[in-house]
């Protein structure tokens, strides 16, 4: 998945330059081993998706044109939404210059938080309470777990959320929300 901060017309060229890249490369890249990784999320509105060069652009609340390169499992559930649906950007900052998505949420789309596992293996999410508002914080109780086969879908009605390869650990620092959230990688 790329990160590109670019006008429409350099989005297109990015995408394509992803395309014609190394994808198998970047797609075999571990998962970052740090858990303190900072994540964070960008807010905005889907404006386009491009079915044929599997990229995705958004508009940020900010006024930015941000776009993404993404396998076509995750482009043809993102398919499901319209140009102008709000939409967040889960990411992780894995190095200076390279951000790596978690997952694309789209709010109110659903009554409940809804999650999709388009990581393409069998995942599994973990939930626990918020405390005082907040995720990721000591003292949030018991800590559910449910095992998502790859395209399967998951409700999760705790407050946050996180998801591992199975066997692996991660701590809940996801806010969950109402609506459907596209699972696209997991970190640890």
């Given at each position: 998945?790329?990160?590109?901060?670019?006008?429409a017309?350099?989005?297109?060229?990015?995408?394509?330059?992803d395309?014609?890249?190394a994808p198998?490369?970047?797609a075999?890249?571990?998962?970052?081993?740090d858990?303190?990784?900072?994540?964070?999320?960008?807010?905005g509105?889907?404006?386009?998706i491009?079915?044929?060069?599997?990229?995705?652009?958004m508009r940020?609340?900010?006024?930015e044109?941000?776009?993404?390169?993404?396998?076509?499992?995750?482009i043809?559930?993102a398919?499901?939404?319209k140009?102008?649906?709000p939409?967040?950007?889960?990411?992780?900052?894995?190095s200076p210059?390279?951000?790596?998505?978690?997952?694309?949420?789209f709010?109110?789309?659903?009554?409940?938080?809804?999650y999709?596992n388009t990581t393409?293996?069998?995942i599994?999410v973990?939930?626990?309470?918020?405390v005082d508002?907040?995720?990721?914080?000591?003292?949030?109780?018991p800590?559910?777990?449910y095992?998502?086969?790859?395209?399967?879908?998951?409700?999760?009605?705790?407050?946050c959320?996180?998801?591992a390869?199975?066997?692996e650990?991660?701590?809940?620092g996801?806010k969950?929300?109402?609506?459907?959230a596209?699972?696209?990688?997991c970190f640890?």
């Amino acid at each position: 998945m790329a990160w590109l901060r670019t006008g429409a017309r350099g989005v297109v060229v990015m995408l394509l330059a992803d395309l014609v890249g190394a994808p198998a490369a970047r797609a075999a890249a571990p998962a970052s081993p740090d858990p303190a990784v900072p994540h964070k999320s960008v807010y905005g509105k889907l404006a386009s998706i491009d079915k044929s060069g599997n990229g995705i652009v958004m508009r940020s609340d900010a006024g930015e044109s941000l776009g993404w390169h993404f396998d076509p499992r995750v482009i043809a559930e993102a398919a499901r939404f319209k140009p102008g649906d709000p939409m967040i950007v889960i990411y992780r900052q894995t190095s200076p210059n390279e951000k790596r998505v978690t997952a694309l949420a789209f709010p109110g789309s659903a009554a409940t938080p809804i999650y999709v596992n388009t990581t393409g293996s069998r995942i599994v999410v973990r939930s626990s309470a918020a405390v005082d508002g907040a995720c990721g914080r000591p003292g949030t109780g018991p800590v559910s777990e449910y095992t998502i086969p790859s395209g399967g879908v998951a409700e999760v009605v705790e407050a946050c959320w996180c998801c591992a390869a199975p066997g692996e650990t991660c701590t809940p620092g996801n806010k969950s929300g109402l609506g459907r959230a596209l699972l696209v990688q997991c970190f640890k």
